[in-house]
């Protein structure tokens, strides 16, 4: 493997040039992909609640150290449709569940259902928050480097980018829609059955435009040489130390270890 | 004053008051820092300024789209704080600058029927609202267009016609002219010139200098969120106050330049810069016989 000094190439100005500091954030992005995936595979294939609550402990703490917390809050808020609902599924409806809670008239929430639904969110919620403190601790351009770096194809690298950035730019072009279609009169504080008919409103512009911005950004990149063949040169590449290589392959062989270990059961 | 009774009327266009204004978007960033202004009944004024001076933030807060961190705004000496948007939007009609973010029907006529529909109108009188806006701004023709099958100019003069059929005591326009060739800042020119003519107020964003001195009456020039400058074009375009607008990165009209160079005096319009060097060469001839 190729090592790749910290230092930015000379001639670069600073902020270019400046490498990310602090807890986790000066970690190589690669290393953290690593991590987190191994986070996510632990979180799944430990039974029990011993992966999950193992892996949420971890990234916990991680982003404490990071001072990403607050983010990392955010992010778990967004799962709550998704939590709420596996919760209400398994607590009314896991098949073969007859250890009831209470009688609810026709339904009958059971105890089973409960610990299994609670297991499943504390998974998904690991998942969640171990790929959400990579999204928080590493800048797009970093991420995009070191895969361009690693041999990932340039097209691969056009779609992971454009992916990640769409989320803040959908964010930011739906607001302004909200306000031009509040603008227009449309309720969004009123009875909910007038706030339905908004949905056509704001998502038409939202697909439509964020569509727009993809194959503009497509053009944009073709008229600047995207495709000409030959080797693309990277601008600086972020720093990826003998600490960061040692915690990525062990990653990496925990990883394995846990994908074997679970499919000779070992793990139980 | 009710939303309802004043959209589609113009029998009562309400005044406004910015009362020391201030406002700090969520991520500390201060836009406004105390604005005072008071905007008459039916006035035409243009608001200029350098990209983040705080146009955009400020005009935003007629319509209640933002509340403001301190101060008031008032329309005909009410706050409009517990006023709801959607109430707001029959007093204020707010053209937003990039037309893509808004457009979302399947035909022309069912994008300017929008916001009027949204108001309550409905049947005889909503069809004449969206034939008479398309009409104003050229789009007559394209009634059952796409929207998206016209070019960024007329899909800019759409979303125009949609808050023009609006018929708000207060119209609002954010960039107006940007992006559009001569013809169509013609029709913008006709559609300020037409909402003027009929007594509502007309407020516009623009960098466009010589649109703002040849359709506006009042020109207001903010800067990190004041206003430095207020006063009639022939006074902010003046000599006087180049060095102020040179500071927020606007130059005058070139009218306003070449009458100053000439010793014409304030001449902020290609018609006043005329009349002036014409009125010149008549005193000249005259003393000459």
């Not at chain 2, 709801?84 to 990039?98: E, I, K, M, S």
Request: aromatic share 6%.
């Amino acid at each position: 493997m190729t090592v790749v000094p910290a230092a930015a190439e000379p001639g670069l100005p600073d902020y270019v040039a400046r490498q990310p500091s602090g807890f986790y954030r000066s970690i190589n992005p690669g290393t953290k992909l690593a991590v987190a995936a191994l986070e996510v595979v632990a979180a799944f294939v430990v039974p029990g609640w011993v992966g999950p609550l193992l892996v949420l402990a971890v990234v916990l703490a991680t982003a404490a150290a990071a001072r990403r917390l607050r983010g990392l809050g955010t992010i778990a808020l967004a799962t709550t449709p998704i939590v709420g609902s596996i919760l209400l599924i398994n607590l009314f409806l896991l098949p073969g569940a007859s250890d009831p809670i209470a009688r609810l008239g026709p339904l009958a929430p059971t105890w089973s259902g409960l610990w299994f639904g609670l297991q499943t969110v504390a998974r998904l919620m690991a998942f969640s928050l171990a790929i959400g403190l990579v999204y928080l601790t590493t800048a797009v351009d970093d991420l995009l480097s070191d895969l361009a770096r690693r041999g990932l194809g340039r097209r691969a690298i056009f779609v992971v980018g454009a992916a990640v950035q769409m989320v803040p730019a959908t964010i930011e072009r739906a607001g302004e829609i909200v306000e031009a279609q509040r603008s227009r009169g449309m309720d969004t504080e009123g009875r909910i059955w007038r706030r339905a008919r908004g949905v056509l409103p704001l998502a038409g512009p939202v697909v439509f435009g964020a569509l727009t911005e993809v194959e503009e950004r497509t053009m944009a990149l073709e008229a600047r040489a995207f495709s000409a063949p030959g080797r693309q040169t990277l601008l600086r590449v972020p720093a990826d130390r003998a600490a960061h290589r040692a915690i990525r392959w062990a990653a990496v062989f925990a990883l394995v270890a846990i994908v074997v270990l679970r499919a000779t059961g070992r793990l139980g | 004053m009710t939303a309802g009774s004043a959209a589609g009327s113009t029998a009562s266009v309400p005044s406004i008051e910015f009362e020391a204004v201030s406002f700090a978007y969520p991520d500390g960033t201060r836009a406004l820092s105390d604005v005072a202004l008071r905007i008459g009944s039916g006035e035409s004024i243009a608001i200029v300024g350098q990209n983040g001076s705080g146009k955009s933030t400020l005009v935003r807060h007629l319509n209640g789209l933002l509340r403001p961190t301190s101060g008031r705004v008032l329309l005909d000496g009410r706050d409009v704080r517990p006023m709801h948007v959607a109430r707001l939007a029959g007093l204020v009609g707010l053209a937003f600058q990039n037309p893509d973010r808004q457009l979302f029907a399947g035909r022309v006529s069912t994008e300017v029927a929008f916001g009027p529909r949204n108001l309550g109108v409905r049947g005889q009188e909503l069809e004449e609202r969206v034939r008479a806006a398309l009409e104003e701004v050229g789009l007559a023709a394209e009634a059952a267009t796409n929207p998206y099958d016209l070019g960024y100019s007329r899909r800019k003069l759409l979303a125009l016609a949609s808050v023009v059929a609006m018929r708000t005591p207060i119209l609002v326009l954010d960039e107006p002219t940007t992006g559009q060739d001569a013809r169509g800042v013609a029709r913008v020119r006709a559609v300020v010139a037409a909402a003027t003519e009929e007594g509502r107020t007309v407020i516009a964003i623009s960098h466009d200098m010589a649109f703002v001195a040849e359709c506006f009456r009042r020109v207001v020039v903010m800067r990190v969120g004041r206003v430095i400058l207020d006063g009639r074009p022939e006074a902010v375009f003046g000599e006087a106050a180049w060095p102020e607008l040179r500071a927020t990165y606007l130059e005058p009209p070139l009218a306003a330049v070449a009458g100053a160079r000439l010793g014409l005096g304030a001449t902020p319009t290609a018609s006043s810069f005329v009349a002036a060097l014409s009125g010149r060469a008549w005193a000249r001839r005259g003393s000459h016989t």
